[in-house]
């Protein structure tokens, strides 16, 4: 959801979801988004005095899907001395709000491409409900075809294809485990590109029965429950409940690709904060990973929130322990 605390009544018992949220619901079931957050242009412009280079290409035209590319101007400088590891990302928002351009997207993956440095291909993915899931899903599979076949010169000129990683957060760590798991089952066909690993940050996952860290944080500032049960109303597949494989990981499919996952050797980074309403669920993904024999590097922070990753002072944290990772 990343660290805007929107809505006036957030953290009161009974949180009306839609005011919190900053949406009105039509009795036909499209929403309107009254919640913007500034938007930034990309900046292409070598001379630009800017430590990280952007560009918005286009996907899918026909689904108005497209990525805005990160290049640090460290790779642009010495190409070929070494070239940079890529961050396939995906941002959050509840599968319903935000996009790649938001400032606070944009700001996140610019510090992430300089710090590290790599190379960040941001994936803006169709929102829910005008595109429920696997809609996103499908769209970051097609974001990793893209990458393996475009002929864009800050990819073929500055990327290490070899050292591919799928990260999200929030909502976006959701969909980036689900990519995964797609990417997983169709590994050969992605080369030259590699994926080593995934990285789910704060990853918004959920389920029918809750969990104690739900109960505990039931009315959080920042997700309370009301909130999550009314993201998943409109993002699941119509009539389907929060046990939905694509909502609760421990449940339904998936088992094949995980074993794929072990399979391939990747390792899976997942990220949480111990005040976040969504811990538990992050803590059954990590207990179900490695009893599966995947390697796991679990990485939980002592009070915070959900989305304080995106905090500059924390993001420049964590990106130190993404390095090692990396």
């Known amino acids: 959801m990343g660290v805007l605390k929107l809505g006036d009544n957030a953290g009161q018992a009974n949180v009306d979801p839609r005011n919190h949220l900053q949406i009105i619901q039509h009795s036909d079931g499209t929403i309107t988004r009254q919640f913007k957050t500034p938007e930034v242009p990309a900046m292409s412009d070598p001379s630009s005095p800017t430590d990280v280079l952007t560009k918005d290409i286009i996907v899918n035209p026909d689904k108005n899907t497209w990525v805005r590319v990160y290049l640090p101007r460290e790779g642009l400088d010495s190409p070929a001395i070494n070239k940079l590891p890529l961050v396939v990302y995906i941002h959050g928002g509840g599968f319903v709000l935000f996009s790649a351009a938001s400032k606070i ?146 449940l339904g499919g998936g088992s094949k690709a995980l074993d794929q996952v072990k399979s391939l050797e990747w390792t899976v980074m997942i990220v949480g904060s111990e005040n976040d309403p969504v811990v538990d669920r992050e803590r059954d993904l990590v207990k179900l990973m490695k009893e599966k024999g995947i390697p796991v590097v679990d990485h939980f922070s002592e009070g915070g929130y959900h989305g304080d990753f995106i905090e500059s002072l924390r993001a420049q944290d964590f990106f130190v322990t993404m390095k090692k990772y990396i």
């Open 105 to 250: 997207i944009h700001d996140y993956c610019f510090l992430m491409a300089r710090e590290l440095p790599c190379i960040v291909v941001s994936l803006e993915y169709r929102l829910a409900p005008e595109h429920r899931l696997p809609a996103a899903y499908e769209d970051a599979v097609e974001a990793l075809n893209w990458v393996k076949t475009s002929d864009e010169e800050w990819l073929t000129k500055y990327c290490d294809y070899g050292n591919c990683f799928i990260m999200g957060s929030s909502a976006g760590g959701n969909i980036a485990y689900h990519t995964g798991l797609r990417g997983a089952m169709i590994a050969a066909d992605l080369e030259p590109l590699k994926i080593k690993g995934v990285v789910l940050q704060h990853a918004f996952f959920g389920g029918v029965e809750r969990t104690e860290s739900e109960i505990r944080y039931v009315n959080d500032m920042v997700m309370p429950m009301t909130v999550t049960d009314f993201l998943w109303e409109l993002s699941l597949p119509d009539g389907a409940d929060r046990d939905h494989e694509y909502s609760n990981p421990t």
